[in-house]
């Protein structure tokens, strides 16, 4: 990878609106944690716990709040929000790579396959009859575009992506090495007089899934098509690695989704839902706008509009915080009431023999 160029400290923080503390020409080099940055490099400080490193950091120059203490000997670019100023920073400092357009030798492309000319097509990707790649598209090796599938403009698919027949992919989505989009819905009807005794029958999942723009999803996530009509990934969502997305479930507009959790057929997400690692949500349920579920949570019945809940079965977060506390009381409670029981078991003794 390419060492990134150096850039003036000023420059910097007008590119973020910060206001700068310090020297405006002072030449950054990278940027770095608090704990790794050396001096030459830019950091960031946007919670109290890393006080302790922010106040070792040998960095040049670090995005602090709009309250920080100036620390002797470092510049400070004070910003609202430290950290979407150091991601948008880095984005300066690491661009996307540029690729050649074109179908480079060794690709697979069917001749009634709509590639755009300014999309690049490396060897060993391949994209079936009737499929679409727009423009600035990258398929890398190994990446699978389906019979009558679309990939939007300035979209990845990173090595060994499936994306499979009809489903669409919109513009300027990620999809990270290995995941794969539109494989069969889990689906099975019970017949009890199969030809060969009783059987699960196959429902053919003759929908799609349809992606939309800005979205990204981690290596090795899939994201079932649907039964009938559409599995659906809204606007700006991202998704981590390891994530199972079922038939039919609709997830809302930016919504995080972290790694190993599971949302199972026909649920819908709102708006801005996060589901912490692990989590677990059933069939055919609303998790509201805005709800936020803790890791590790099974979600079995609606979650409304800004609720927190965590714990399996999902509860208020308050309440699993009191009902997890107690736990850990529970050996003390039961020697007491043993020994509470005991003491009226003998003063019954008493009575009886008084």
């Known amino acids: 990878m390419q060492a990134p ?3 003036r400290l000023g420059e910097l923080a007008a590119h973020v609106g910060g206001e700068l503390v310090g020297d405006a020409g002072l030449l950054i080099t990278g940027l770095n944690g608090l704990s790794e940055a050396v001096p030459g490099e830019l950091s960031f400080y946007g919670n109290p716990r890393y006080r302790r490193q922010y106040e070792a950091s040998r960095a040049s120059a670090v995005l602090v709040g709009p309250d920080t203490d100036v620390r002797e000997g470092v510049s400070l670019v004070r910003v609202v929000n430290p950290h979407l100023a ?6 300066l400092f690491h661009p996307r790579p540029s690729y050649v357009a074109g179908v480079r030798p060794g690709a697979h492309v069917h001749s009634e396959a709509r590639v755009h000319p300014e999309a690049a097509v490396m060897a060993g990707a391949t994209v079936e009859k009737n499929a679409t790649v727009g423009a600035r598209a990258v398929l890398f090796p190994g990446a699978y575009v389906g019979e009558g599938a679309s990939i ?5 698919l990173y090595p060994n992506v499936t994306v499979r027949e009809h489903c669409q992919v919109g513009a300027r989505v990620i999809l990270h090495a290995s995941s794969v989009v539109g494989a069969d819905g889990f689906g099975f009807a019970f017949n009890p007089e199969g030809e060969s005794g009783p059987e699960h029958f196959k429902v053919p999942q003759a929908g799609i899934v349809r992606i939309e723009d800005d979205v990204e999803v981690g290596a090795c996530t899939t994201i079932d098509r649907a ?6 990934i809204g606007r700006g969502s991202k998704l981590d690695n390891l994530v199972q997305i079922a038939h039919n479930v609709k997830v809302g507009p930016l919504s995080l989704i972290c790694a ?6 026909s649920a819908e997400l ?4 996060v589901l912490a690692g692990q989590v677990g949500v059933v069939g055919h349920i609303r998790v509201g706008d805005l709800a936020k579920v803790g890791a590790q949570s099974g979600v079995a019945h609606d979650v409304e509009d800004g609720q927190v809940v965590s714990g399996s079965p999902a509860m208020p977060h308050r309440e699993w915080l009191r009902m997890s506390a107690a736990l850990g009381q529970i050996s003390d409670l039961l020697k007491e009431v043993r020994t509470l029981r005991r003491r009226v078991e003998t003063l019954e003794k008493k009575e009886k023999g008084g």
């Open 227 to 232: 039964t009938i009509g559409e599995t659906v």
């Open 270 to 273: 709102g708006t801005g839902v």
């Open 86 to 91: 150091f991601a948008k920073l880095s984005s």
């Open 152 to 156: 939007g403009e300035d979209s990845l």
């Open 260 to 265: 190993q959790a599971g949302v199972s057929g």
């Open 5 to 7: 160029t150096p850039r």
